[in-house]
T-cell receptor
């Protein structure tokens, strides 16, 4: 089975722009979670989608949003980018509630 | 105080040494995860534990639910074990399980 894929792998954006990141889960996995990793804050949970519905949300501002499609692929969007949004964004898919499989991440740099 | 604490933050070892990384948590959990992150950024799930001990090759993970403590051991360490090891717990929050991460332990193994 193919693993979790994320596109793009690297992205450079300017403050004020918006960005959309994509995640394709392992075939058959219906849950997709998104995480942000920064040197200062470490790994933090953004949100989780299950069967096209947001099931869970972390403590991030409304500029961060996501969605999931009927094929379980998920996108996350960040609007009005800030310098502090520079981070590695990881998505993970799971079949059960506990075991997650992580993608390689998208490294976003905001200048 | 972080809900998940890891020690040490940084660890260096000579090839062949036995390594222990510790994780303590202060919340009720349904499972504990050990993750490995290599410099490229991708995360690999090593273990998921809810009790006792698990072994996979040279890696051993233990958990003591009463003491809210887990350890990750690496026997006969090798330079390819150099990575950041992250402890994460699945905790029940807002009517669902959420992953809470430790800050990670950076391990460098020298030949």
């Amino acid at each position: 089975k193919a693993g979790v894929t994320q596109t793009p792998r690297y992205l450079i954006k300017t403050r004020g722009q918006q960005v959309t990141l994509s995640c394709s889960p392992i075939s058959g996995h219906r849950s997709v979670s998104w995480y942000q990793q920064t040197p200062g804050q470490g790994l933090q949970f953004l949100f989780e989608y299950f069967s096209e519905t947001q099931r869970n949300k972390g403590n991030f501002p409304g500029r961060f949003s996501g969605r999931q499609f009927s094929n379980s692929r998920s996108e996350m969007n960040v609007s009005t980018l800030e310098l502090g949004d520079s981070a590695l964004y990881l998505c993970a898919s799971s079949l059960t509630s506990y075991e997650q499989y992580f993608g390689p991440g998208t490294r976003l740099t905001v200048t | 105080k972080n809900e998940v604490e890891q020690s040490p933050q940084n660890l260096t070892a000579q090839e062949g040494e036995f390594i222990t990384i510790n994780c303590s948590y202060s919340v009720g959990i349904s499972a504990l995860h050990w993750l490995q992150q290599h410099p490229g950024g991708g995360i690999v799930s090593l273990f998921m534990l809810s009790s006792g001990k698990k072994k996979h090759g040279r890696l051993i993970a233990t958990i003591n639910i009463q003491e809210k403590h887990s350890s990750l051991h690496i026997t006969a360490s090798h330079p390819r074990d150099s990575a950041v090891y992250i402890c994460a717990v699945s905790a029940w929050r807002d009517n669902t399980d959420k992953l809470i991460f430790g800050t990670g332990t950076r391990l460098q193994v020298f030949p």
